[in-house]
């Protein structure tokens, strides 16, 4: 890896620590959600300042070059949290779908119990 790259990985990996700490901050987001993006900057930290791991371990799996296994390690990272998050959105749209059924079942009862009560008064 040239030192331009480790250079440039090392400063956005602190600026997205910054960015997820400040949002944790302003809760506008998770810890739990957050950690992920941490582990993933202080991973590209560590490979950035050690580039030894990425040489050896790109040699061992037969890849070209570090930065390529670096891109690709990454690349499988994120579809994994794209899956996984997709999971979660798709549990929240079925959650958010039967409370939706539950209220308008509750509202249908309560209007009429109203209209029931509205009747009975005019008799």
């Known amino acids: 890896m040239t030192t331009i790259l480790r250079i440039v990985l090392i400063i956005t990996c602190l600026l997205t620590c910054y960015y997820t700490l400040h949002k944790i901050r302003k809760a506008q987001m998770q810890i739990e959600d957050s950690i992920f993006w941490i582990l993933i900057s202080v991973l590209l930290v560590f490979i950035s300042l050690f580039p030894g791991i990425a040489y050896n371990i790109s040699s ?37 779908r039967n409370l939706v059924q539950q209220i308008a079942k509750k509202t249908n009862e309560i209007e009429k119990k109203i209209n029931q009560k509205e009747e009975d008064e005019k008799v």
């Open 60 to 96: 061992l799996l037969g890849i070209g070059s570090p930065v390529n296994f670096v891109f690709l390690a990454m690349i499988f990272i994120l579809l994994f949290k794209v899956f996984s998050m997709s999971i979660k959105i798709s549990q929240l749209e079925y959650k958010i």
